[in-house]
């Protein structure tokens, strides 16, 4: 199984009868997977924290839940987090915070486990397919013992390689009343109840920490004496690869610490080494705990970890380079016959300013199309868009751009608070009809649910209408001449302004039209066609001329952009 198969498996198992989440890789297969075995209500979530929310109902009632997302995710869901720490659970409730070092799909390299010490709540890190499976039921017991919501933090190659798995049962039937508990001292987080859940947590993290030093999710390898090593997740499968000589502490439950077993474990072994990816939060914890742990070079910090990047810092060698330059590289792209690029084909030519957003058409930032200048956070861009046009009164070469899915995540508010504060600025929705970024999965503007079931589909012309916004234009981005039209009266109009740049993702609907081919004789080789960015569109270098176009037929889907483009009429259906 894939670890995200492992994890779904393992949550089934446990008797898991909910499941929210909002799509986010490396976490996306997890819900899918759950959904398919059985038993199990399964939901995309407008966003992480609407997902965390219906997790803790649910909880009310007894049943068990499991809520899915990537590490800025987390983000978004820390405020109910931090304060389900005081209000505890019911049924079991277990948040699958899946990181991801080296940004392989991610705007930051962010460190999950600092949620746990900071929400107060423990937090469990599977090396393998077979641990995150373990480590996903053992979570849901010491939820439901500790009272308590419990961290599971995968991170992308766990998530995603493949390792054996022994299943060892079947699903575990739970037996529940259905319905909410009554008990306001504990639900209800009004500051005198607080004081005394607060009391309260402060005593079961003294019992989790006792519960560590015998949690059989740690385990000590006896090795050689000379090094030992403390490691956790994928990086102990790295370090094992690297030092295979040594005694390890693995750990699988990384806060609270086992203190006593650390202390043992260090006692034992001449030089102690902590491997870690990303920050060390491993390492200083165990040096608050007063032991001596050997320095590694700061660059093992950066990026993720690998054998020989952990094998060079056990040496003390730089460890910076985590490329392999043996492989071709791939950049990334937009598709061919991506109904993004014709947007950003047309902000390239009015010269905007794009504030930009997480999702495929962040992409529109890359060279040819070099159309996208901004990109913080889900829903960002639209926030950005207004502060420009406040700080400088002169907002109208400022464009935003969103999916259609993030919309609906983080978007409404931002566009919300251009019209109650009087803003001017100019929102493009580039909306292809699901969340293309992660696999293509539902939302609630696309009419269906994770479940399979039909569902009303929000009309986001008529919501943004209902947010005051008056200025509301809908347009099909595989026509330029229509695309610069709408774009243009927006940004000319005076107040907010929205264009909804709809067509579906490419992938999604399958529209592929017969393929275009360029005329050689009447191409002048102006390349017009290759700043679109297609991956369809290359060229041919011939000497003492300019590069000549070509179009791969395979690849092209006869959206037909670069024939809108071609001054010369030089390209034509094949």
């Known amino acids: 199984m894939s670890g995200n198969e492992a994890i779904a498996r393992g949550a089934w198992e446990a008797g898991v009868s909910f499941g929210s989440g909002y799509p986010g890789t490396p976490s996306s297969e997890i819900l899918p997977v759950l959904a398919k075995l059985g038993g199990v209500y399964a939901e995309w979530s407008v966003n992480e924290k609407c997902a965390l929310e219906a997790a803790a109902g649910a909880s009310l009632t007894g049943a068990r839940c499991i809520v899915t997302m990537k590490h800025v995710g987390v983000n978004v869901a820390a405020d109910p987090l931090f304060t389900l720490a005081y209000v505890g659970v019911n049924g079991g409730l277990v948040l699958i915070a899946a990181d991801d070092p080296e940004m392989h799909s991610s705007q930051n390299e962010q460190d999950s486990r600092h949620y746990a010490r900071a929400a107060k709540v ?54 529940r009343t259905c319905e909410p508990q009554r008990n306001p001292q504990k639900y209800v987080m009004i500051p005198a109840y607080a004081r005394a859940r ?36 994928v990086a102990y499968q790295y370090a094992q690869e690297a030092a295979p000589e040594a005694s390890f502490l693995k750990l699988g439950m ?77 950049p990334p792209v937009l598709c061919a016959g991506c109904p993004h690029r014709g947007v950003f084909a047309t902000l390239r030519k009015l010269k905007a300013f794009v504030t930009g957003d997480i999702g495929c058409y962040t992409l529109g930032t890359l060279p040819p199309l070099n159309s996208l200048h901004t990109c913080l956070c889900m ?34 508010t931002g566009l919300l608070n251009i ?3 009087n803003g001017s600025a100019t929102v493009v929705i580039l909306d292809n009809r699901t969340t293309a970024m992660t696999g293509g999965q539902d939302h609630p503007g696309t009419g269906r649910t994770l479940m399979g079931e039909p569902a009303r589909a929000v009309d986001i012309e008529q919501l ?21 039209s709408a774009i243009r009266a927006a940004m000319d109009h005076d107040g907010p302004s929205v264009v909804i740049a709809r067509c579906a993702c490419i992938l999604i609907s399958r529209d592929r039209q017969p393929a275009h081919a360029i005329n050689e004789p009447e191409c002048v080789q102006c390349g017009m066609c290759l700043r679109l960015g297609c991956p369809a569109i290359s060229s041919i270098e011939r000497e003492g001329e300019r590069p000549q176009p070509v179009i791969d037929p395979a690849l092209c889907t006869g959206c037909s952009l670069c024939v809108q483009v071609c001054p010369r009429n030089a390209i034509t259906r094949a």
Do not use: W
């Not at 039921?137 to 190659?157: G, H, W």
């Not at 926030?383 to 993030?406: L, N, W, Y």
């Open 122 to 175: 423990p937090i469990f890190e599977p090396a393998d397919s077979q641990e995150a499976y373990a480590f996903t039921k053992l979570a849901f017991e010491v939820s439901e013992r500790f009272d308590t919501p419990v961290i599971v933090r995968p991170t992308t190659r766990v998530c995603h390689s493949d390792s054996p798995v022994q299943v060892v049962g079947e699903r575990k039937p739970l037996e």
């Open 198 to 233: 607060r009391r309260f947590i402060a005593e079961r993290m003294r019992d989790l920490a006792d519960f560590a030093e015998t949690d059989p999710a740690n385990r000590e390898e006896p090795g050689g004496a000379e090094v030992g090593i403390i490691a956790a997740g």
């Open 254 to 330: 990384t806060y609270p610490l086992p203190a006593e077993r650390i202390r043992r474990f260090a006692a034992s072994v001449s030089k102690l080494y902590v491997i870690e990816e990303l920050g060390p939060f491993l390492t200083t914890e165990i040096a608050a705990l007063g032991v001596s742990v050997a320095p590694l070079p700061e660059s093992l910090r950066l990026g993720e970890l690998n054998p020989s990047r952990v094998r060079a810092g056990l040496r003390g060698e730089d460890a910076a380079s985590s490329a392999d330059t043996s492989l071709i590289p791939r």
């Open 379 to 412: 829903g960002a861009g639209i926030g950005e868009a207004h502060g420009i046009d406040k700080a400088c009164g002169d907002p109208k070469q400022t464009v935003a751009v969103i999916g259609d899915s993030t919309f609906l995540h983080s978007g409404i």
């Open 419 to 421: 019209v109650y504060n």
């Open 464 to 484: 943004c209408r209902a947010v005051g916004v008056e200025h509301v234009q809908l347009v099909n981005p595989r026509d330029l001449k229509a695309t610069e």
